[in-house]
């Protein structure tokens, strides 16, 4: 299961310019499933502080903690923390003690 920001028949898919994601394994894989890569400039952190915080909030709350049995059950753990808890439950600070999801509705 993969989503990302939707760019019509694409999706975009944000990391830094580790050796994983330049190589060309994983450039034909994105090609194959219509992902366009977007990476940050090399030794600018800034680009990709967005996501590092949130990998590091998943990994810290939620995938240091579980353990999956199957495949499909990783899916769905992954999918329960992103789109339920992170966006619906899990308030921020940056939105002033709001989810994600109420600071949208709000505004």
Known sequence: MFEGKNLGTKKELQTDQGSQYTSKDFNEFCEKKH???SMSKAGCPYDNAVMERFYNTFKNEYLNI???KT???LDQGVYDFVYIKYNY???HRYNGGLTPYAARCAA
């Open 89 to 91: 439950i899990r308030p």
């Open 66 to 68: 579980h353990r999956f």
């Open 71 to 73: 495949n499909e059950a």
């Open 35 to 37: 992902i366009q890569q």
